[in-house]
């Protein structure tokens, strides 16, 4: 079993729809949860910060962990053709290291 | 704007030659920096934690002495690929820690293709 997983897709939706993006994990010694953007060709941007369980908003982006469930998602309102791209998961346990996710490439389409 | 740069940012070689990559912090000095593989539709790969003044520590399964690294001051490190084979191209990426050190900051990547 990976530490951390999540579902590849690929996941199409209509613009301005609302998007979940989910991963689950193993690992109850995970404290610090991250949402990455990657668009083809270019390195992970950090979207998502969170710190234990709790959720946190900024704009159209909201994430969510649940640590009792290992389970963090993130949601995106009013999805935009600009939000097309791969988005990684990532968490640590402090020490720096973090374990990424699969990955789910998601496409808006106008 | 960027906090990480990398360089270069393709490189194309011959297949038995060595390949430097530079990763550099731009805004902030780093005493250690992550260096990740990324194959096509794949999630990152931790390869190794590069650190300033010390050695670098490989994750399992990456050869040291295949992928040198080089910390060679609190904002570059490098990645040496020598005697690239077809089986090492990838997209190789740098990242350094940021703030309260669990966060870390990507740079935009190295597309490596052996010939």
């Known amino acids: 079993q990976k530490e951390v997983e999540q579902d590849p897709g690929p996941l199409s939706v209509p613009e301005g729809a609302i998007v979940s993006l989910n991963c689950t994990y193993s690992n109850s010694a995970f404290q610090y949860f991250m949402w990455y953007r990657q668009y083809s060709r270019k390195g992970p941007e950090l979207l998502m910060y969170?710190?234990?369980?709790g959720n946190k908003e900024d704009g159209r982006f909201t994430a969510q962990v649940d640590k009792s469930s290992k389970y963090i998602s993130l949601f995106i309102r009013d999805s935009q053709p600009s939000d097309s791209a791969t988005y990684l998961c990532?968490?640590?346990?402090?020490?720096?290291?973090?374990?990424f996710g699969q990955g789910t490439r998601l496409t808006i389409n106008p | 704007g960027a906090v990480v740069s990398q360089h270069p940012s393709w490189v194309i070689c011959k297949s038995g030659t060595s390949v430097k990559i530079e990763c550099r912090s731009l805004?902030?000095?780093?005493?250690?920096m992550f260096w990740y593989r990324q194959f096509p539709k794949q999630s990152l790969m931790l390869m190794a934690t590069s650190n300033e003044g010390s050695k670098a520590t490989y994750e399992q399964g990456v050869e040291k002495d295949k992928f040198l690294i080089n910390h060679a001051s609190l904002t570059l490190s490098t990645l040496t690929v020598t005697s690239a084979h077809p089986e090492d191209s990838s997209f190789y990426i740098c990242?350094?820690?940021?703030?309260?050190?669990?966060?870390?900051?990507f740079g935009p990547g190295t597309r490596l293709l052996v010939l």
């Open positions: 990532a968490m640590g346990r402090g020490a720096q290291k973090l374990v």
């Open positions: 969170t710190y234990s369980s």
């Open positions: 990242s350094v820690p940021r703030g309260s050190q669990e966060t870390q900051y």
């Open positions: 805004d902030f000095q780093a005493t250690t």
